[in-house]
Nanobody, 122 residues
Framework: QVQLVESGGGLVQAGGSLRLSCAAS????????MGWFRQAPGKDREFVAA????????YYADSVKDRFTISRDNAKNTVYLQMNSLKPEDTAAYYC???????????????WGQGTQVTVSS
């Protein structure tokens, strides 16, 4: 199993940037595909970004493509989400997730963090 702890959320102005971190413990971090999801008040959880075990392939939701960047440092057991050009509609609780398979990157994650709040003001 994997335990995940997100950090780095906060309040930012529209157009600003924020970097989220997800620290993993338990099974070897490099064994897992990692993803970021978000959930805004009153809305369903949605996929944001994913990165494969090696970090050589990434996948993004259309809503964040070209603005967000997911990366991982397997030596530090940490995955990051760099968020640039933030918009008010990016406001949500952001969750880190992990799974043992590399396919179907937008769903079927097995482990979840507690979430970190990102609020973008206009």
């Amino acid at each position: 199993q994997v335990q995940l702890v997100e950090s780095g959320g906060g309040l930012v102005q529209a157009g600003g940037s924020l970097r989220l971190s997800c620290a993993a413990s338990g099974r070897t971090f490099s064994s897992y595909t990692m993803g970021w999801f978000r959930q805004a008040p009153g809305k369903d959880r949605e996929f944001v970004a994913a990165i494969v075990r090696s970090g050589t392939s990434t996948y993004y939701a259309d809503s964040v493509k070209d603005r967000f960047t997911i990366s991982r440092d397997n030596a530090k057991n940490t995955v990051y989400l760099q968020m640039n050009s933030l918009k008010p509609e990016d406001t949500a609780a952001y969750y880190c997730a992990a799974k043992s398979r590399y396919w179907d990157l937008s769903r079927n994650y097995d482990y979840w963090g507690q979430g970190t709040q990102v609020t973008v003001s206009s």
